[in-house]
């Protein structure tokens, strides 16, 4: 398998994984500094010095997979479920070992009665680790933004 289609396999897997819960597999797609942001301004480059929709980093992901498994949290009783439905990814460069795409997506995510439907594009950095990739960073870029969004429970 060439290095697009080895990455293209593992975003749609990604989501997959997301999709079923299935999250601690999915944190094996992950590197061991990988950052989890999404901008709250258009056109924001920085992460650390500006304010975010979110800005998770390893630990801060394991928190919220251990909160989203948990018996007792109230906010999940009943059960959040979460669709992906992604696009082709499109590599947009590739340097020595570090590949960058884009993703349009839509995301849907459903409890109960209320459904919420965010759509956007994800960034996606991935490395070569040994003989397989693993997600660097993610960056999120969601087109409503800048509106008042509802609480997202799982993740994008």
Known sequence: MDDCAAIESLIYEEARLLDEKAFEDWLALLTDDVLYWAPLKRGQTEDEIHNSLFFEDRLVLRIRIERLNSPHVFSQQPPSYCQHVLQKPELVSSVGGTFETRT???YLETQLDQQ???GGSVHHQIVA??????????????LNRDAALPSIQMLI
């Open 116 to 118: 919420i439907v965010l």
């Open 104 to 106: 349009p997506f839509v």
């Open 129 to 142: 680790v040994e003989e397989t990739y693993k997600i660097r960073r993610k960056r999120i870029e969601l």
